[in-house]
């Protein structure tokens, strides 16, 4: 099966930059993905991560290391709408593409 | 292009009921995938249907089904409610080939079973 870890909650200051680990096990993968889901909303796709490296995207930055089995989102210039909660995900292969998500990361921006 | 819908919203039904929860994919998209999200479980994935055909299917009991029409819409059946049901059920959808780079989530439903 596969497995992913997430750390719950991060709290970080408006106007600064804050990291979000991600740490998977699992087999035939393809990708890591990262969601974002305003409470009370539906999630939304952030960025995607085939191979390693970085992928920028404005303000957003996500990371992969396939050799570590490790990814991260990185958030600048953090402002109070970022305040949500921030899945991984990761795409495997078996036949046809699956998807697996992790737990969810609730990031608080406090002024 | 209009978004991902599903109807109910919100949904309230009694322990034993069953309940039918319906899904209308962005328009040319025809992969539809459902995932149940509780507080601290994040989102499970319930299944995916292409084409009309389940081609995954998560760790989920029987009483968890779905199909989905030729036109793209799906729906998810649960049967003999538990209380444990009590969830938000979100319906994605992605392009051909696209299923898990990049999914477009609609708004759920939420479930509560009394």
């Known amino acids: 099966g596969q497995s992913l870890e997430q750390p719950s909650e991060v709290t970080a200051v408006e106007g600064a930059i804050v990291q979000i680990n991600c740490t998977y096990q699992?087999?035939?993968?393809?990708?890591l993905s990262w969601y974002q889901q305003h409470d009370g909303g539906a999630p939304t796709f952030l960025s995607y991560?085939?191979?390693?490296g970085l992928e920028e995207t404005g303000r957003f930055s996500s990371f992969l290391s396939r050799s570590d089995s490790y990814g991260y989102l990185l958030l600048q210039e953090l402002q109070m709408k970022d305040s949500a909660s921030y899945f991984c995900?990761?795409?495997?292969?078996?036949?046809?593409?699956?998807?697996?998500f992790g737990t969810g990361t609730k990031l608080q921006v406090i002024p | 292009k209009a978004g991902v819908t599903q109807t109910p919203r919100y949904l309230i039904k009694t322990r034993g009921q069953q309940v039918t929860l319906s899904c209308s994919p962005i328009?040319?998209?025809?992969?539809v995938s459902w995932y149940q999200q509780t507080p601290g479980q994040g989102l499970q994935f319930l299944f995916e249907y292409f084409s009309e055909t389940q081609r995954n299917k998560g760790n989920f009991p029987g009483r968890f089904s779905g199909r989905q029409f030729s036109n793209s819409r799906s729906e998810m059946n649960v049967s003999t409610l538990e209380l444990g049901d009590s969830a938000l059920y979100l319906c994605?959808?992605?392009?051909?080939?696209?299923?898990?780079?990049?999914?477009?989530f609609g708004p759920g439903t939420r479930l509560t079973v009394l």
């Open positions: 328009s040319g998209h025809r992969s």
């Open positions: 994605a959808s992605s392009l051909v080939g696209d299923t898990a780079r990049e999914q477009f």
């Open positions: 699992t087999s035939g993968f393809y990708g």
């Open positions: 991560n085939a191979l390693d």
């Open positions: 995900a990761v795409r495997v292969s078996g036949g046809y593409q699956k998807v697996t």
